[in-house]
């Protein structure tokens, strides 16, 4: 019988080539968890935990992702042959930690690709060959160079721009964009620094024919954006608080938001994402893939996540040399034209994942086999 007899987790340390500032708090070097798998006859599968290290944006964290995926999810996948969907089903006990749950799932999805001979484009009925990009600027507090910043990227092919924005870069930061690109494909995201008492910034940003704001209330609210949904015409996006299928459901039957941006690993399940987009499509929500700053491994599923039919806006997928000095996996994550990423059309992850440059950056590894 075939099963997993091997279960690792490596914490890797990446360097950036940037500081990513955000409302939450800013990321420097990248922390990330690999899981590995390993069959009995010799697969192998990864999939990666990409928590921030600090409960800043979700509640967990690298050190709760460790904690949970040791001690918890390798006990279930070990000795066993779990589909995606099984693993989904024998984990549903465990509430939240989604992100510990996610990189093992990812790992399975990797197996089952290897085990059926179809890749997971195929796997999950993808028809497209390639997703579009856009790309998301954090807070920097001069003007020029976030202009400068933006006319690059609008050079390099990117089809949309998310600016991060906090109560002290808010209503004159895209005044001065939207002034200087007058038809720029412009969105914002505030990750939850406001609150229905700024309600006057709020109608104030809606002037300015944004495609959507991210997240402008609470992390875990829905009821407070359906508030102000009717209060605005720019579709409200939901990020931090669509955790699950059942948030979303209960997000669009409120009337909290127009779009959600689907990080499969916030939802902590590629089978969940696939429910959501069928959801999605029944209520005529749009989706877009957002991105955590994750290593390849992650970022592989975003791009197989954006993939699916209702990811109806340019995805937040950073390109591997834009951030990390060394990334994962290779080929690295490059565009293939102007402000598109190749969907892999290939068995297993899509990509080869670099176990050298993974134990380079290691600083803590686990183990259990059976
Ligand atoms: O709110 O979308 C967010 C990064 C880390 C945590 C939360 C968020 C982000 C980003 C990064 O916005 C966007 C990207 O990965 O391209
Ligand atoms: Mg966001």
């Known amino acids: 019988m075939i099963k997993v007899v091997k279960a690792e987790l490596f914490h890797i340390r990446l360097a950036t080539k940037f500081v990513f500032k955000t409302s939450f708090g800013e990321i420097k070097n990248r922390d990330t968890i690999i899981v590995k798998l390993t069959l009995n006859n010799g697969i192998v599968g990864y999939g990666e935990s990409a928590p921030l290290s600090e409960p800043v944006y979700l509640e967990e964290s690298i050190g709760t992702c460790k904690h949970i995926i040791n001690d918890f999810l390798f006990p279930i996948v070990l000795g066993n042959n779990l589909t995606p969907k099984e693993f989904v089903e024998k984990t549903s006990h465990f509430r939240g930690n989604r992100i510990a749950k996610y990189g093992i799932e990812c790992a399975l ?19 497209r060959t390639s997703v579009c990009i856009g790309e998301s600027i954090g807070l920097l507090d001069s003007q020029s160079e976030r ?3 933006i006319k690059k990227r609008i050079n390099q092919g990117y089809k949309r721009i998310k600016l991060k924005i906090s109560p002290d870069h808010d209503v004159e930061v895209i005044k001065n964009v939207r002034k200087t ?17 700024d309600i006057d910034v709020l109608k104030e940003l809606d002037k300015y024919n944004l495609l959507m ?21 720019t579709p409200i996006c939901l990020d931090e608080s669509i955790v699950s299928y059942e948030h979303a459901r209960k997000a669009i039957e409120l009337g909290a938001c127009k779009i ?13 994402t ?7 499509k029944k209520n005529n929500i749009k989706l877009w893939c957002g991105g955590m700053l994750e290593a390849g491994i992650a970022n592989a599923f975003n791009i197989y996540a954006a993939s699916l039919s209702e990811f109806k806006y340019p995805a937040d997928i950073f390109l591997s040399n834009k951030i ?18 190749e969907i892999p059309d290939k068995i297993g992850l899509g990509f080869k994942v670099n176990e050298e440059v993974i134990i380079k950056n290691k600083i803590d590894y686990m183990i259990v086999t059976s």
């Open 181 to 197: 690109f007058p038809n720029l494909s412009l969105m914002v995201d505030a990750n939850s620094a406001y609150s229905l008492k």
């Open 147 to 149: 202009n400068e910043l």
């Open 260 to 272: 959600i941006n689907v990080k499969p690993g916030r939802i902590g399940s590629l089978y969940e």
């Open 324 to 341: 990390f000095e060394q990334d994962i996996i290779s080929p690295i994550i490059d565009m293939k034209a102007k402000g598109e990423i």
């Open 274 to 280: 696939i429910r959501i987009n069928k959801l999605a």
């Open 109 to 127: 999805w990797m197996i089952r690709s290897q085990l059926k001979s179809k890749s997971i484009k195929k796997l999950l009925n993808s028809k």
């Open 213 to 233: 704001i991210e997240q402008p209330l609470g992390f875990d609210d829905i009821i407070d954006h359906a508030k102000l949904q009717v209060q605005i015409k």
